[in-house]
């Protein structure tokens, strides 16, 4: 079952973002699968991901990639992702 996952990283730039975008793009296979839609926004205080998925463990399978990398980066860690079941979406 589909979900949407929302996640504020407080005291993350876009540039930041953009650099483990690139890292996450640089490793094998594809880190993204099961990723349907993301949306980046940028806030004052830092940033809100949209993600929609295909189901709950291709996210968890997704964090279990880009937690490591993020700490190793040393951003700030944000509070829990708000994750809701999805009852119908659609991709134009």
Known sequence: ???????????????QYDT???????????PFQGCLAHVCVPTGSGLVIHDLWESE???R??????????Q????PQGPQP???????YWMP
Not at 20 to 30: V, Y
Not at 82 to 88: A, F, K, P, T
């Open 20 to 30: 483990l975008n690139s890292k996450l793009q640089s490793l094998p296979g594809n």
């Open 61 to 70: 399978k997704f964090m279990d990639l880009v937690m490591p990398l993020a």
């Open 57 to 59: 463990q291709d996210m």
């Open 72 to 75: 190793d980066m040393g951003l």
């Open 82 to 88: 708000e994750v809701s079941q999805v009852h119908n």
């Open 1 to 15: 079952m589909a979900i949407l996952v929302k996640t504020e990283v407080p005291g993350v730039t876009t540039d």
